[in-house]
């Protein structure tokens, strides 16, 4: 074995750049590009695909994106260029010459030298039309094409960056990162229906079970959290879920990502609905300040009732019924379509590990969901039951003493009152760009029937 | 539907405070309270697990564990405390005055006015025992409660910091972050024996497939990286991956992480390698400067053998054979136990989508692997071929022309030369941790016979 300073050294005089962008030769980014301060003709590259031609008498018009933007760079060639090559969808380098650009539309300009056709489109087999929005469901049958659309393009730029944001929220605020398992024995938490694992059946194994027992795709990090919160105090995990349903509904997936945190020593709802939001606040100003064009492109074609209203309202609810997806829509219409926190749901209700409130008759739990409009339930959390004999009852009631005991040892040393959240990644995209269907804020979706690529 | 601007403006008058911890009581972490300059007596709140007892004449020694770094906060109470109840493995809250120790062994101390026990812990069933350090088989059999070892604990803080460090690299350097799908249609990648995905048996839907065609859990996110390359230029993922091998080693589990990346407009390995070694430099630097005392912990008690050596060497080697792992042994023992690069392996041997070198009488492809002491490979990349007749007879070669129609389009349309790679992250950690067993630096191992929790 071997040091990481040893490794480090070793590699030390191998190579200096990190990245191959950051070669000496003036290879820029699109974004770089029409970010450049006082463009005076300094000579770069730059490489991406055709997203416009447009022929003058003398001049040529090229819009090329690579993707670090929705923007494109404009390009500025004389009629020697042959416009029949340069085609809507191919890729091209261009050398030249960065300019201010005479027009109000841009900032700079790029005065083409030399254009290079890496690979050429045909513009008759092309799925994507020179010129044409195409509807989403039109999209969604060329999964790796429709990328290449200025409004995937955006979606995807966003999802990205709320990533980004995700995981420095919780880096700045002290949580450990944790990831936890997909393939999972526990089958049993009423989550949702479940996927089962089995080595395909071109190398079915003489045993019944590859892992000896019965092994499903998680429905949620929870209860893995929960154990690392006992070590590490605050923790997360930013993962794929999984639920077998037969959906073909507009904001479920059968797989999915959901971003979970969980606290220990955090003793009432209040001081968790305060992640929740910081969470929510500090993804969404980062989102807006980085890429404020694709934010309002969705809103633009995508949403186009979108507006920025300026009332402000919360309601906290207490309730004492199931909610389904129609009573969602009703609470949160009826206060003033605003999110809406719902809290202390009845105990027969929730699942096992909910920490009972012991406010008989009502009997409820302390759980929290937040419902936002257009989406519904964005996340759900609790405090979860950290008192071993209200526990063992639960999970007595249940049936699942004997499958959970790892889960009740928790509770039997060193246990500590605690509370965690889950927030549905997907429907938070939804609910900040205004996008209808879930399945256009995944890169690639999957559902009842569909498994594309 | 609904604004991202409106939705902030919405949750504005809520609440202020972004997290629990930064309330206005003087709850501190214990890393926090560690790093605290001049402590002169401040009332402040620690909240953890107590990791030792030590009981004098007229004073209680404690030592004060959250998670938040290797070491413990010492608290000293006096002899009115009842030592019975504080028990290795409880937790307690901790009220006092934060100041400057006496011992050379600390900076401060934590001289308690109030301890509170908030969960006991009963010393003859606790599985860890005080003053013990156990054999990682035997903590591997406590997957809910090894983490509360400092040998677990330091790993997976590296573990959570390398994530985040890896997160950044690639967003400094321009990298769209995807999440590439874990369910796939695609089977026939050659990568290694494949998991099956089926709605769990309670639920058998009446046709064959709930997806309708075989799904399976994904061997790499490769492919589908290649198709947002080709929208955004310079793309990565970094999420789980599966493989159904009978194996019980050392280095490998049936779920594990890697990192990937795919630069479009790439167009020779050193390019790629230049990223590869960026990444780990880079992720190497960020973890040894912000978690030093974990590193040294793992390098001092797990691998005695760990020396910071100071030579430095890399070699570039052309292979004409495949490499089994004491190939690569033998190859990182020849070149004086350095990491090495490994290019250009024959065509033959390797998949369909690696770049013809078009170099016979030998015909390579241009890949590379990095080869590291003690772990083999690390890293595995290559070219892809970007032309679409090569890889046309590539795919017929190999039967698959008819699966991979959408993998030959994005090669119809706007094809660039382009690259990628792959890192195993546990190999990674096992590298610059010197951890010999895989299962030990991830969270919830799974392999053959064994799917804990």
New interface residues.
Partial sequence: ???????????????S???????PSAKL?V?DALRAQNASGERVKV????RSVRSQKEVLFLHVN???SLESLQVVADSSFDSRELAF???V?VQGQLVKSPSKRQNVELKAEKIEV?????AK??PLKYKERHPMEYLRQY???R??TNV??SI??V??EA??AI?S?F?D??F????????????CEGAG???????????K?P?EN????????TVSGQ??LE??S?????VFTF??T?R?E?SQSRRHL??F?MVEAE????ENLQ?L???M??L???T??T??SNCPED?ELC?KFI?P??????????QLSNWGADLHTEHEKYLVKHCG???VFVINYPLKLKPFYMRDNEDSPQHTVAAVDLL???VGELFGGSLRE?RYHFLEQQLARSGLTEAYQ??L?????????HGGFGMGFERYLQ????I?NIKDV???P?F??????
């Fill in positions: 074995m071997f040091g990481a300073r040893c490794l480090l050294r070793a590699l030390r005089f191998c190579f750049a990190p990245c191959p962008r950051h070669k980014s974004r490489q991406g695909w055709i690579d993707g670090t969808g191919s890729s380098k890496v690979g050429d489109c045909d087999d092309f999964p790796h094409l990328c290449r995937l393009g995807l730029r999802r990205s990533t980004a995981h929220f880096k605020n002290g450990v990162h944790i990831h936890t398992p997909i393939i999972t024995s526990n089958d229906e479940l996927f089962q694992v089995e080595p395909s059946s071109k190398i194994v045993e590859f892992f000896n027992i019965p092994a499903f795709l209860l893995h154990v690392m006992g070590a590490f105090t605050q993962g794929p999984f077998a037969n059968a797989e990502y606290i220990s020593f955090l001081d609905m305060q992640v939001e910081g929510f606040k500090t969404t100003t989102v807006l934010v809103h949403a009732g979108q507006k920025i209203r300026t009332y402000a309202k919360k379509n605003m999110p936002v409009p257009g950290e790892w889960y040892d928790l509770r039997r040393f060193g246990s500590v009152p609910c900040i760009l205004g209808d995944i890169p690639f999957r009842t029937h569909s498994c594309l690529l």
